[in-house]
């Protein structure tokens, strides 16, 4: 069982659709991130977000903090064919990171 | 380039063969990590580094060895690589202490076939 539960696994949309991923946890992290991932690289860093309840925006993508900083989403709106690839989300205990599932978006033009 | 570099990109071996993964910043970042990616499971720590000559254990080290006698390289080694072994595996680093203050800068990855 992985700390950070990721849902959905996977997503398929049409460009211009508005989509929302999750990452869910049991336990309280003092921040949370998401990375993109696109085939053949590494996890690209996208945000943190620290403080329960913060909302951050880049561009299209919004990113939440839950209140009890338990769990995060990503809305993504207008989905352009570049947003494709695997959003991770990954919290910290100490010093190391741990990474959710992740969710694998398709964006098809 | 500044950067974090992974050498190979690609790497076939036999079981029970050993094998060394290469890891090389330019940042002079404190914190190095080694990843494995697996359908199903995601990304997994193997072992990390606070520091030169600092090494620790993650979530899955069996079977590996890491070394850091100089702050830039990280290596890893599979000591007798087996199938299982098979996967992607990323490095990455930090600056210091406080992970969600900087984020990971990850390396392109190596993906390693165990045949």
């Known amino acids: 069982t992985q700390l950070l539960e990721q849902s959905p696994q996977f997503l398929s949309i049409q460009e211009g659709e508005n989509l929302t991923v999750y990452c869910n946890s049991s336990s309280v992290f003092s921040s949370l991130q998401w990375y993109r991932q696109e085939p053949g690289e590494g996890p690209v860093l996208l945000v943190t977000?620290?403080?329960?309840?913060e909302v951050k925006k880049l561009k299209r993508l919004t990113f939440q903090f839950g209140d009890a900083r338990k769990d995060s989403s990503l809305h993504i709106t207008a989905a352009q064919p570049g947003d494709t690839g695997l959003y991770l989300c990954a919290g910290p205990p100490g010093n190391m990171l741990t990474f959710g599932g992740g969710t694998r978006l398709m964006v098809k033009p | 380039d500044a950067g974090i570099t992974q050498s190979p990109r690609y790497k076939i071996t036999e079981t029970g063969r050993q094998v060394t993964l290469m890891c090389h910043q330019t940042?002079?970042?404190?914190?190095m990590f080694w990843y494995r990616q697996d359908l199903g499971h995601g990304l997994r720590l193997i072992y990390y580094s606070a520091a030169a000559d600092i090494t620790d254990k993650g979530e899955v080290p069996d079977g590996y060895v890491v070394s850091r006698s100089k702050t830039e390289n990280f290596p890893l080694t599979l000591e007798s690589a087996t199938r299982s072994q098979t996967s992607v595996y990323f490095c990455a680093s930090t600056p210091r202490q406080g992970a969600h203050n900087y984020g990971y800068t990850f390396g392109s990855g190596t993906r390693l076939t165990v045949v």
């Open positions: 940042w002079s970042h404190s914190y």
């Open positions: 977000v620290v403080t329960g309840g």
